[in-house]
């Protein structure tokens, strides 16, 4: 589907199909999944961003894919520039084609991660001009050199920090503009983040600026969105507790592609 708008961008979303049972999880034990609960709360992930405007193009599900629902993990984009990853699980490797084709649509200078190289893009966080990215179990320092090579190039400054704690580095940690959120347990130096805020919980340190001063977040995280209100900020609160079985959060269920003039990196 896709849904016109003009709003503040486009999303890239990928629909989930009953093998997400079988996603892979690193760092919490595996519970059963609802499917048909998980396509509900997608469909209402989905809906979120419709109704502050965003485009939807989606990428054709795919069931040989148990994670292809985790688009954002499988590319990097800033600005006009677009990083095709090379994920750090041999699994998820397949998920990489169709997506590399819809940003090549789209009209975006494609760079691509070779092997022994890896990085997924939830390890990807970009603040303004900095892009900090997670040293960890799915991105190696090969990984972060390729990114560095790319986006360096056009602007940005990229910080590699530790990440050992949880899956990617925006599991630990994400922004509201300026101001980098997280969850500090598993944060490995706050130091590392100026002007870091701690978060109650953890799927609190996960947030989607949707424009117009909204954050989508987790219903997990009831006392991080009274937080956000409080900063003067509209949460907007999804549940998806099927994807938060295997690891996801609000941030990993697409990828934002921020309309701006020509495309800068602001």
């Excluded at 109650?200 to 947030?207: L, Q």
Aim: charged letters at 20%; aromatic letters at 6%; proline letters at 6%.
């Amino acid at each position: 589907m896709t849904v016109a708008s003009a709003g503040p961008g486009t999303a890239l979303v990928r629909p989930p199909t009953p093998s997400l049972v079988d996603a892979v999880v690193t760092h919490i034990e595996r519970t059963p999944m609802d499917f048909d609960l998980a396509m509900r709360q997608w469909h209402a992930y989905v809906e979120a961003l419709v109704d502050y405007g965003w485009d939807i193009v989606e990428v054709a599900a795919n069931s040989a894919c148990p994670d292809a629902v985790f688009i954002e993990d499988v590319a990097v984009v800033a600005g006009g520039t677009a990083l095709v990853c090379h994920p750090g699980a041999p699994t998820r490797r397949a998920e990489v084609g169709p997506v590399a084709e819809t940003l090549d649509a789209l009209g975006y200078d494609l760079h691509e991660v070779m092997a022994p190289a890896t990085i997924d893009g939830g390890d990807v966080l970009k603040v303004a001009r900095t892009m900090y990215i997670g040293h960890g179990g799915r991105t190696n320092a090969a990984g972060i050199t390729a990114a560095a090579d790319v986006f360096e190039a056009v602007g940005l400054r990229v910080v590699a920090v530790p990440n050992t704690k949880v899956l990617h580095l925006k599991s630990a940690v994400t922004a509201i503009e300026d101001r980098i959120i997280g969850y500090e347990p598993v944060v490995e130096s706050t130091d590392a983040f100026p002007n870091f805020l701690a978060m109650p919980e953890e799927s609190g340190a996960h947030v989607v600026d949707l424009g117009e001063s909204a954050m989508l977040m987790a219903a997990s995280c009831p006392e991080s969105v009274e937080i956000v209100g409080h900063l003067g900020y509209t949460p907007v609160v999804v549940d998806i507790s099927e994807f938060e079985k295997a690891e996801g959060c609000v941030t990993c269920l697409s990828i934002r592609l921020r309309n701006s003039p020509n495309r800068n990196l602001d």
